[in-house]
């Protein structure tokens, strides 16, 4: 009996020593793993230009270069800036894209808040700082960008091996969209917010159709007349606005005058209310007897002056350049106007590019983009907002795709977002997002628990962006 304690006593000795032995081995393995930064670091051709303290996570802004020419590498390359918010290298990964600047502070996007991951954000090539010297305007293109982020996903992937999810609202919403056509294996899903859909880019029919039903009709009638009397009253305007500019040292060279500006900023104005508001603000449009005070402020505050101004354009010229290349523009007619309009076709993409940039219309790039999604696209899911005039030409799932939806915010303009859904269709969204990122409680795969976010709200990483676009048609 002795003997057998002896022996059950040495070997829970072993055992012991054993545990104890592989638990420092596996903290000394931790202690020796290379910090995130330095393995972020040695990706080549990756480098670092800031790090920013956020509680919870690590914040890089970061440089990678980047091909100019992926079809033909070794004509140079440019540096592309990306953020990257790190939770955890065992934590899901969202590749966001605004399709514009990269944000270089904190910020979590809505499909991050959901699967309580990192986040990767680009900025689109062109953008500047990340754009070519010099710059040769045929390398931007939505393939080009779409292997932007296919090389950004394969340098990263080896150490965020866990799921991958693409999203971006409107132009990020198209990017995202774009992205899973040329690279359908690379994301395990898509979450694509307020994506507009231009496929016949000459026919922009949906429009009309969407104005003449949006919101009310008395809402629509006091768009309209404010929108009329701005160009009734346009040479006292245009005067103002002139020393405004001088003031401002704006200047007017591509547009061509202050008053072709203007105009374009009067035809902004019906689709930019619906665009950023709601039915309810409705009750701040002001009567067309209103001062010229008054409705020089609600143009401004709509619309913006700053838009069509050198400074203001040269912004967006990339944007620009790809609504008259590939991504098309939407047109409206606007009879209430009528007489009142000096340059037929200036609301053009064309209009808004140096002249010095050449550029010529692709029409099938979008078709085959629409084709893809209708019949092929797998695990996507578009986001819309009823009232919002981008949604007149959305993407549609039909015979061929997989596990994809879309979903509409009744309402809802260029902000909707899954939050703002139904309460059946939001629940369904989180809980794909969730079986999508490898992250959905086991409750929440049979269900017997609701789908909900993984994180609690933080005010500053949370705070919606809703990126203010230009509008134009051609």
Request: proline share 7%.
């Amino acid at each position: 009996m002795r003997k057998a304690l002896r022996w059950l006593l040495s070997l829970v000795v072993l055992i012991g020593t054993a545990v104890v032995g592989s638990a420092s081995s596996m903290t000394a393995a931790h202690a020796a793993e290379p910090d995130i930064k330095e393995r972020i670091l040695a990706i080549p051709g990756m480098s670092l230009i800031e790090e920013k303290p956020y509680e919870g996570y690590r914040f890089f802004v970061l440089n990678y270069t980047q091909p100019i020419d992926h079809r033909h590498p070794s004509k140079g390359t440019f540096q592309q800036r990306l953020t990257l918010l790190h939770k955890a290298t065992d934590r899901p990964t969202v590749f966001f894209t605004s399709g514009y600047n990269v944000n270089t502070n904190p910020r979590r996007s809505e499909p991050t808040q959901i699967v309580d991951g990192n986040q990767v954000s680009m900025e689109y090539r062109f953008f500047t700082p990340s754009r070519p010297q010099p710059a040769d305007w045929s390398k931007l293109d939505i393939q080009q960008a779409a292997k932007d982020q296919h090389r950004i996903f394969k340098a990263l992937k080896p150490i965020y091996g866990k799921n991958w999810l693409a999203t971006g609202g409107s132009k990020g919403g198209m990017t995202a969209t774009y992205y899973r056509r040329f690279f359908p294996n690379d994301m395990d899903g898509t979450v694509a917010y307020v994506a507009p859909n231009d496929v016949r880019n000459k026919e922009d029919s949906a429009y009309d159709r969407f104005f003449r039903t949006v919101g009310t009709a008395e809402c629509r009638a006091k768009l309209n007349a404010v929108q009329r009397e701005a160009l009734v009253r346009r040479d006292e305007i245009v005067d103002r606005y002139q020393k405004w500019a001088a003031e401002e040292k704006q200047t007017f060279t591509v547009v061509g005058s202050a008053d072709k500006a203007y105009e374009n900023v009067v035809l902004d104005l019906v689709w930019a209310f619906w665009q950023y508001h709601l039915l309810k603000d409705c009750d701040t449009v002001p009567a067309a007897t209103a001062s010229t005070d008054d409705l020089y402020t609600f143009i401004d505050d709509i619309s913006g002056f700053s838009a069509y101004t050198d400074q203001g354009l040269a912004n967006y010229t990339p944007y620009y350049y790809q609504a008259g290349t590939e991504l098309g523009a939407p047109s409206f007619k606007t009879p209430h106007l009528k007489g009142l309009l000096r340059y037929p076709g200036i609301y053009n993409p064309r209009n808004y590019v140096p002249r010095d940039i050449p550029m010529t219309f692709k029409p099938w790039a979008m078709r085959d983009v629409d084709r893809w999604v209708r019949h092929h696209s797998e695990r996507m899911l578009f986001v819309n907002g009823a009232n919002d005039p981008w949604a007149a030409e959305p993407f549609r799932v039909g015979r061929g795709s997989e596990d994809s939806y879309v979903f509409t915010v009744p309402g809802g303009n260029h902000g909707s977002n899954v939050a703002g859904l139904p309460a059946a269709q939001k629940e369904k969204a989180t809980q794909e997002i969730l079986e999508w990122a490898g992250v959905a409680p086991a409750a929440v795969r049979e269900g017997d628990k609701p789908a909900k976010r993984l994180t609690p709200y933080d005010p500053k990483l949370d705070k919606q962006l809703v990126e203010r676009e230009p509008l134009l048609r051609p």
